[in-house]
T-cell receptor, first 114, second 116 residues
Framework: QKEVEQDPGPLSVPEGAIVSLNCTYS??????FMWYRQYSRKGPELLMYTYSSGNKEDGRFTAQVDKSSKYISLFIRDSQPSDSATYLCAMSSVNAGNNRKLIWGLGTSLAVNP | DAGITQSPRHKVTETGTPVTLRCHQTENHRYMYWYRQDPGHGLRLIHYSYGVKDTDKGEVSDGYSVSRSKTEDFLLTLESATSSQTSVYFC???????????????FGDGTRLSIL
């Protein structure tokens, strides 16, 4: 079993829909949680960065962490065609040390249709 | 965008030849990383650096070496390229602030490497 599981999709939604993207993990030591967006032929771009549990909101994006369930979510409100991309989750523990080792999900491909 | 430049952006080469990829940053960040990204495997860490001349292995380091002689440059070398090293290679950088060691990583736009 992988340390981080992420449904690869593809997920296809109409413009304006609310999108929910999720990752589950097995290591209870994870404290830092990140969501990245990757457009085709580009590098991953940091969207959200949260520490420990709770919610964080930035514009149309909300990141949610449920440590008791080992489950993180990214919600996109009023989705736009420009949100079409692959979304990657990543996480690390407090004791990642010098290597800043991130554990990555495989990514979920999202298509928002006009 | 974080000031990260990867070169070349695309390269096609033959099995057995040496290949060097370059990552240049203008952010003065302490940490630099090399990843490869492959379908079904996601992002995998090859090597990373925590300072000038300070490097260590990641999870898929066999067949790769790195060097960091200046803060801004991190080189990845394939000494004798093999077809299994055909991939997209990403450089990332991160820093530490106020004693918090887990700052997020920021990525370049990658090098597409094909080994025939």
């Amino acid at each position: 079993q992988k340390e981080v599981e992420q449904d690869p999709g593809p997920l296809s939604v109409p413009e304006g829909a609310i999108v929910s993207l999720n990752c589950t993990y097995s290591n209870s030591a994870f404290q830092y949680f990140m969501w990245y967006r990757q457009y085709s032929r580009k590098g991953p771009e940091l969207l959200m960065y949260t520490y420990s549990s709770g919610n964080k909101e930035d514009g149309r994006f909300t990141a949610q962490v449920d440590k008791s369930s080992k489950y993180i979510s990214l919600f996109i409100r009023d989705s736009q065609p420009s949100d079409s991309a692959t979304y990657l989750c990543a996480m690390s523990s407090v004791n990642a040390g010098n290597n800043r080792k991130l554990i990555w999900g495989l990514g979920t491909s999202l298509a928002v249709n006009p | 965008d974080a000031g990260i430049t990867q070169s070349p952006r695309h390269k096609v080469t033959e099995t057995g030849t040496p290949v060097t990829l370059r990552c240049h940053q203008t952010e003065n960040h302490r940490y630099m990383y090399w990843y490869r990204q492959d379908p079904g495997h996601g992002l995998r860490l090859i090597h990373y650096s925590y300072g000038v001349k300070d490097t260590d292995k990641g999870e898929v380091s066999d067949g790769y070496s790195v060097s960091r002689s200046k803060t801004e440059d991190f080189l990845l070398t394939l000494e004798s390229a093999t077809s299994s090293q055909t991939s997209v290679y990403f450089c990332a950088i991160s820093d530490s602030h106020g004693g918090l060691n887990n700052q997020p990583q920021h990525f370049g736009d990658g090098t597409r490497l094909s080994i025939l």
